[in-house]
């Protein structure tokens, strides 16, 4: 072998090829469409297995709080803790805008991963178990900012309702897969720690794919508008002599705008019923309508599945027509009624399951009608402001998203009363009901033939005279009904009159989602973007005709 086949060693130090390359992910040059569909597809995968991990918890909620002895309280505040440190964690993703989202977005699902497929379902108790899902919580929120960054970095506004309606779907799509994965597997052959397992084994294979193979623009391609892809070649000119550093100067003053602010805290009070969909839904249906965790999960997969399909169909049809706030108003009202009647339902005992399946069908199809659009405005009102600070205007949104979430969360007993006696005691009771019953109907009926029975528990004598004066079976010793009584005399009446008061207590919160749909109106007209598809047509021919004119005045060498 010749010397000069010889390739000079790296520097001493120096990272190898294959470390930089797995670090250096910025591409110089705007991606032929395939690639840029490829690039989009590991964000939303990423989503997608993200909320799986994230969500599922809340599908077996029933037997962590068995397994850990915990209370619903505190269960519920663990969600309050989560969603507030995510709060903080969206605001530090942020910082995207100068250090980029591809590599917070890889290692942060790494972090994920692991925690959730080796960690979390291993807790020794539920101190550990809540501070492993509050770590997770705070990658979330990190995340919930610099994948929509990166979609909105590789897609057009032409593209922008489609693209942002798939990244939506990472939400959804996790929800939907939660209940499906759940309602097919969790049979009692499996355990709730198999269910986490399965999300982070999930989530550790999505993780290898993006390790090598995710990208991102560079900021002087990304901190500008590209309107459709005719922009491409002035997008990479301009490129060259941008300053991004100069961009940057008060980005944060710039997203603090009432169009920025107000339409976040607009989606987000819009979006408490689908809160409820991920965290409640599955205490609701059980506590009132007896369902088990499979059956809801089951009775689930309609929302997501509706919510899944109506989010890619309205990014289409939105793109298509160039306008975003029709189908936000159209998908708000139609979401309003469908609310109005799942809460008039809430109280009726006899309301069926299929009733609530095409209730929760149109919840959920209406509910992203109207989100998909919103997060292409959103997006586009940012742009407007500092095409630059797309990940600090992410970010606002993030933090008021995950605010309003911890607040709705930690609320929800408040206006819910009648939730945590039925989630901590309503098993034990209705258990101890039934284990008691011999004994009841011996206190009832003979009560001092039950106080000789509890002085000599094992008198064979007095148990015979029991089942033949009062009737009963079942019974075989005084002993072992006492503790039943207690749990009885302990928590039946706080259970009873907790059951009684619940059907009431959910159709409260229920108004209150319907009431946030409401005020999510009047915000839509202070988002970028027109009513008309013929203004926007006009816009989009006066655009195309203003690029070609500076494409055609550009040199060669710039083209």
């Known amino acids: 072998m010749s010397a000069s086949s010889i390739e000079p060693a790296a520097p001493a130090g120096a990272p190898s090829r294959f470390g930089a390359a797995l670090w250096d992910r910025q591409l110089q040059h705007y991606p032929e469409s395939r690639k840029r569909y490829f690039y989009l597809a590991i964000a939303i995968a990423i989503t997608v297995v993200l909320y799986y991990q994230l969500y599922v918890q809340y599908a077996v909620s029933t037997a962590i709080l068995t397994h850990y002895q915990m209370t619903y309280t505190y269960f519920v505040y663990i969600s309050v803790i989560g969603n507030a440190v995510g709060a903080f964690g969206s605001l530090a993703a942020g910082l995207a805008d100068r250090w980029g989202r591809a590599n917070i977005t890889v290692f942060g699902s790494l972090l994920v991963g692991l925690l959730v497929a080796f960690f979390v379902p291993e807790s020794s108790g539920k101190v550990m178990f809540a501070a492993l899902i509050i770590v997770v919580s705070l990658v979330e929120g990190m995340i919930l900012v610099t994948t929509p960054a990166l979609v909105r970095d590789f897609s057009p506004q032409l593209g922008r309702a489609s693209a942002m309606g ?100 607009a989606i987000s009070i819009f979006l408490l019923i689908y809160y409820a969909a991920v965290g409640s839904f599955t205490v609701y249906f059980t506590t009132v309508f007896g369902y088990s965790l499979q059956r809801t999960a089951g009775l689930l997969n309609w929302y997501w599945a509706a919510d899944a399909v109506a989010l890619l169909a309205v990014g289409v049809i939105s793109d298509r027509l160039r306008v975003r706030k029709p189908f936000m108003v159209v998908g708000a009202v139609f979401s309003i009624v469908f609310l109005t009647i799942f809460a008039l339902d809430a109280t009726k005992p006899g309301t069926s399951y299929y009733t609530f399946a095409v209730l929760l069908l149109g919840i959920g199809a209406s509910g992203g009608f109207a989100f998909g659009p919103w997060m292409a405005s959103f997006t586009e009102t940012v742009e407007k402001h500092n095409p630059a600070a797309t990940a600090t205007g992410l970010a606002v949104f993030g933090w008021i998203n995950r605010v309003v979430v911890a607040l709705s969360v930690a609320v929800l007993p408040i206006v819910v009363t009648s939730v945590t006696p039925l989630v901590d005691h309503g098993t034990a009771v209705k258990t101890a009901s039934v284990q008691a019953a011999p004994a009841l109907a011996i206190i009832s009926a003979h009560p001092q033939l039950f106080a000789q029975l509890s002085a000599d528990p094992n008198d064979k004598a007095l148990l015979g005279q029991a089942v033949q004066e009062v009737g009963v079976a079942g ?51 202070a988002m970028a973007g027109r009513w008309s598809p013929r203004k926007a047509r006009e816009d989009l021919e006066a655009h195309e005709q203003l690029i070609a004119k500076q494409i055609g005045e550009l040199s060669p060498a710039e083209v």
């Open 166 to 265: 798939f990244w939506t779907m990472g939400p959804v799509l996790g929800s939907l897969v939660v209940t499906m994965v759940v309602s097919h597997t969790y049979t009692g052959a499996t355990t709730w720690q198999d269910e986490i397992r399965y999300a982070g084994v999930t989530g550790l294979v999505v993780f290898a794919v993006a390790l090598f193979a995710l990208r991102e623009l560079s900021p002087r391609l990304r901190d500008q508008i590209m309107v459709s892809l005719k922009d491409r070649v002035l997008i990479e000119a301009r490129a060259k002599g941008l300053d991004t550093e100069a961009l940057l100067t008060g980005q944060w003053r710039q997203m603090l705008r009432l169009d920025i602010v107000g339409s976040a805290f």
């Open 475 to 525: 019974l075989t010793t005084v002993a072992d009904a006492k503790p039943q009584l207690t749990i009885l005399q302990k928590y039946g009446a706080s259970v009873e009159s907790a059951a009684a008061k619940n059907p009431k207590n959910w159709q409260s919160w229920w108004w209150i989602a319907l009431v946030g749909q409401i005020l999510f109106l009047p915000f839509i007209f």
